[in-house]
């Protein structure tokens, strides 16, 4: 009996070690055996969240992002303050505007409904965002996302401060946070045609309200200015702008930029190549955005996915799923959560 005891013990410690969240395989259809459709439901959920309110799907893409940069995609972003840890990675100032948690939730809801304690919300952030891309570049930007990952236990609101690039960083302080994640220059342009979709809050480049016209064009800069209140947004007066000039009202890109007025379109908040046009026209948000203009290697990327739609979507695909393999730091413990704001051991 004691023996049988102590095997059973031995087995069940082998399992939990196999738990361990970092450097596990992940495989393209992973959940195939497990629970059947679980890509098709979170598309659906995605979709129609999306129909409802597109920045979700801004949220959904910045959101994959957010979780992968800090501690590898394990969900670390998603864990809500606890009595057991009063700093999680949301309070960080990086994740100033974070959004998209109730469509996971959503998802990870109709999920444990249909298959209990199976579907990590790892891989649930990586199928909406590659989901929600697809939506928003109406089916340019497509590709098959690996699913295997894990949910981290641990999660620091310092690890956000320091792992997420800064907005006014300038193209040194961005090349060496992509690298230090193992991501080319040519990448971090790559990645960062993201912001062609969703918005930002005026405090994120409040910078950019008084740069010189050699770093912003002077139209776009009053246009910012007006829609800021002034030069000097803050915290409690902080109005939220889009990322993507084009996706402005009309009226006022014309007053504001009159040779940008063509591109203000009806529909709004498509995920494409636009932000390299834009950021040849110098008439992007972030400081790290015009950053990108002045190294000969990043200006020369910026220029060639202006020319060539094609090869952003392709390229940027890619980079996400390079993104979404980032793994978590070796020996981590990781789990299956039940409810995706919460470690397991927290709930009783
Ligand atoms: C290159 C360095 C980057 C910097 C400095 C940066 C910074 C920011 C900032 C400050 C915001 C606005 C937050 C706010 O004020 O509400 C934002 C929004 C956003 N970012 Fe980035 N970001 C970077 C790269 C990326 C990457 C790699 C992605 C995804 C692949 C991404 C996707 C987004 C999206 C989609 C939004 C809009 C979110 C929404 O509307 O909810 N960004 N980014
Ligand atoms: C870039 O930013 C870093 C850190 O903020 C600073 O130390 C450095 O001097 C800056 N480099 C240039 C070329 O401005
Ligand atoms: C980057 O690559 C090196 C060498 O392959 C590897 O040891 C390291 O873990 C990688 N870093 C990340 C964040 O994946
Ligand atoms: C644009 O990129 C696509 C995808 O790589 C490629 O097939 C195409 O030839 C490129 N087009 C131009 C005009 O260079």
Same mark, same amino acid.
């Given at each position: 009996?004691?023996?049988?005891v102590?095997f059973?013990?031995v087995?069940?410690m082998?399992?939990a070690?196999?738990?361990?969240?970092a %450097? /596990? =395989?992940?495989k393209?259809?992973?959940? =195939?055996k497990?629970?059947?459709?679980?890509?098709?439901?979170?598309?659906?959920?995605?979709?129609?969240s999306?129909?409802?309110?597109?920045g979700?799907?801004?949220?959904?893409v910045?959101?994959?992002?957010?979780?992968?940069?800090? /501690?590898?995609?394990?969900?670390?972003?998603?864990?809500?303050?606890?009595?057991?840890?009063?700093?999680?990675?949301k309070?960080?100032?990086?994740?100033?505007?974070? +959004?998209?948690? %109730?469509?996971?939730?959503?998802?990870?809801?109709?999920?444990?409904?249909?298959?209990?304690?199976?579907v990590?919300?790892?891989?649930i952030? !990586?199928?909406?965002?590659?989901?929600?891309?697809?939506?928003?570049?109406r089916?340019? &930007?497509?590709?098959?996302v690996?699913?295997?990952?894990?949910?981290?236990?641990?999660?620091?609101?310092?690890?956000?401060?320091?792992?997420?690039?800064?907005?006014?960083?300038?193209?040194?302080?961005?090349? /060496?946070n992509?690298? +230090?994640?193992?991501?080319t220059?040519?990448?971090?342009?790559?990645?960062?045609g993201?912001?062609?979709?969703?918005?930002?809050?005026?405090?994120?480049?409040?910078?950019?309200?008084?740069?010189?016209?050699?770093?912003?064009?002077?139209?776009?800069?009053?246009?910012?200015?007006?829609?800021?209140?002034?030069?000097?947004?803050?915290?409690?007066?902080?109005? &939220?702008?889009?990322n993507?000039? +084009?996706?402005?009202?009309?009226?006022?890109?014309?007053?504001?930029m009159?040779?940008?007025? !063509? /591109?203000?379109?009806?529909? +709004?908040?498509?995920? %494409?190549?636009?932000?390299?046009?834009?950021?040849?026209?110098?008439?992007?948000?972030?400081?790290?955005?015009w950053?990108?203009?002045?190294?000969?290697?990043a200006?020369?990327? &910026?220029?060639?996915?202006?020319?060539?739609?094609?090869?952003?979507?392709?390229?940027?695909g890619?980079?996400?799923?390079?993104?979404?393999?980032?793994?978590?730091?070796a020996?981590?413990?990781?789990?299956i959560?039940?409810?995706?704001?919460?470690?397991n051991?927290?709930?009783?």
């Amino acid at each position: 009996m004691v023996k049988l005891v102590c095997f059973v013990v031995v087995v069940f410690m082998a399992a939990a070690a196999a738990m361990a969240g970092a %450097d /596990r =395989e992940l495989k393209v259809g992973y959940y =195939e055996k497990t629970c059947k459709d679980v890509e098709k439901i979170v598309n659906s959920i995605v979709v129609n969240s999306i129909k409802s309110n597109r920045g979700k799907g801004a949220g959904l893409v910045r959101l994959l992002f957010h979780d992968c940069f800090v /501690r590898g995609c394990d969900a670390s972003v998603l864990l809500e303050k606890s009595e057991m840890n009063m700093h999680p990675e949301k309070e960080s100032q990086a994740n100033i505007g974070i +959004r998209g948690m %109730d469509v996971i939730d959503a998802i990870k809801a109709a999920l444990e409904a249909r298959c209990p304690n199976t579907v990590s919300c790892a891989d649930i952030i !990586a199928y909406a965002a590659r989901d929600a891309s697809r939506y928003l570049s109406r089916g340019g &930007v497509d590709f098959p996302v690996p699913g295997g990952r894990l949910d981290g236990v641990v999660s620091r609101s310092r690890d956000a401060d320091a792992f997420l690039p800064d907005s006014a960083a300038n193209l040194t302080g961005l090349v /060496r946070n992509f690298r +230090r994640k193992n991501f080319t220059v040519e990448e971090l342009v790559i990645l960062s045609g993201a912001h062609s979709i969703g918005v930002t809050h005026c405090t994120s480049f409040a910078g950019r309200l008084t740069a010189p016209d050699a770093q912003i064009n002077p139209g776009y800069r009053n246009l910012l200015v007006s829609k800021c209140g002034g030069v000097s947004p803050t915290a409690t007066n902080n109005h &939220v702008v889009v990322n993507n000039v +084009r996706d402005e009202d009309g009226a006022a890109v014309a007053r504001a930029m009159p040779g940008f007025a !063509a /591109r203000v379109r009806k529909a +709004r908040d498509y995920l %494409d190549n636009s932000y390299y046009h834009n950021n040849l026209a110098m008439a992007v948000t972030f400081h790290a955005d015009w950053a990108l203009l002045t190294g000969k290697e990043a200006r020369g990327h &910026v220029v060639e996915y202006a020319k060539n739609a094609t090869l952003w979507n392709v390229d940027f695909g890619d980079a996400l799923v390079k993104l979404s393999k980032l793994a978590m730091p070796a020996g981590s413990k990781g789990e299956i959560r039940t409810k995706c704001s919460a470690v397991n051991s927290y709930h009783h």
